[in-house]
């Protein structure tokens, strides 16, 4: 019971591969904590501190060690992440990788149009991440100011670099 209440209000971050919910790690994290960190990441500078409290009880945190594969491309993805601290190395291609560091985002493609992980991202150092599960991810779209806007800017600033890549 505890675990589903826990899977439930994202405080244990959980693997769905072959129908198994698989739990990574739980990291005890209270919500003050939460509150602090989430009070640190530009994405949700324009929230007010009830804001920030709804945010806290619908995000977990967890820690992975460097090497850790945190999405697998054409999985499917039920998790929006934040970067806290460290790295990470979006494999875009064989050929094309980018370096996500603390503050970026990454996840959305998946939860906003219901398709498989886009790439395969991987920690480069231990990181700290927030995660939003999906069935929290739309109220989040609704609730946070500017969300939805710096998303925008996220994947027109992709879709550039794609374009640049392929045409030179
Ligand atoms: P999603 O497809 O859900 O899972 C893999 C994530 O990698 C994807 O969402 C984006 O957040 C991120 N991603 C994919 N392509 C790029 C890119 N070209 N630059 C930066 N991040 C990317």
Do not use: Y
């Amino acid at each position: 019971m505890e675990l589903i209440s826990r899977m439930m209000d994202g405080s244990i971050f959980f693997r769905q591969g072959g129908g198994d919910l698989e739990p990574v790690t739980g990291s005890g994290i209270n919500q003050d904590d939460k509150m602090e960190l989430l009070d640190k990441v530009p994405l949700f500078k324009g929230c007010t501190r009830r804001q920030l409290r709804a945010l806290a009880r619908i995000t977990g945190v967890f820690d992975a060690p460097a090497g850790k594969v945190l999405t697998r491309a054409g999985e499917p993805g039920n998790e929006f992440f934040l970067i806290i601290d460290g790295s990470a190395r979006v494999d875009v291609s064989p050929r094309k990788q980018v370096r996500l560091r603390a503050g970026d985002f990454f996840g959305e493609m998946s939860l906003l149009d219901g398709e498989p992980r886009s790439a395969t991202v991987v920690a480069e150092t231990p990181v700290r991440l927030l995660f939003i599960g999906r069935r929290h991810f739309q109220s989040l779209l609704d609730d946070v100011p500017g969300l939805s806007q710096s998303l925008l800017v996220a994947l027109s600033r992709r879709v550039r670099h794609a374009e640049k890549a392929l045409h030179g």
